[in-house]
């Protein structure tokens, strides 16, 4: 059954958000793991390829967006508003505003909440979502 990781971060910026969101990846990526980052649109997932490339200098992590078609490569983290397919469902970095369809068959979902209060309202509705379908939470603050 999947595990959801909610971390809430104090700041209200979505630029401060995103780059934690970079910093879990290259830590999973480094784990030798490939995981899926769940955006809302277009847009906010060319936002964090773009942030993957910029965010440290020093930091390479392979990766791509996702436009519903599989990757050559299956060592790449995939970024995308489709739902993650198949190899990629073991780790989700949720940036969207939905829960992931069929989420219980993904292992690890990582939330990602800043402090404003539109996001944290949609965040304590996907909690609700994860706690009603028992699936196992853990919450970190103060990053």
């Known amino acids: 059954m999947a595990e959801v990781s909610f971390y809430i971060l104090p700041t209200e910026s979505i630029e401060e ?5 970079c910093k879990l990846i290259e830590k999973i990526y480094r784990s ?5 980052v769940l955006t ?3 847009e906010q997932s060319k936002q964090i390829d773009d942030l993957l490339w910029t965010f440290r ?17 299956d060592e790449v983290i995939l970024v995308g508003h489709f739902q993650p397919p198949g190899r990629w469902q073991h780790t989700l970095i949720n940036l969207s505003a ?6 219980t068959y993904i292992e690890r979902i990582l939330e990602i ?21 028992g699936i196992k939470i853990k ?4 990053w």
């Open 113 to 133: 909440l800043d402090g404003n209060e539109a996001t944290k309202e949609k965040g304590r509705i996907r909690y609700r979502q994860y706690q009603e379908s």
């Open 98 to 103: 939905q829960c992931p369809n069929q989420f």
């Open 40 to 42: 809302d649109n277009v």
């Open 17 to 21: 958000r995103d780059e934690f969101a």
């Open 57 to 73: 200098v020093s930091s390479f992590i392979p990766h791509q967006q996702y436009k519903g078609e599989l990757p050559i490569i």
């Open 32 to 36: 030798g793991f490939y995981c899926y």
């Open 139 to 142: 919450t970190y603050q103060d």
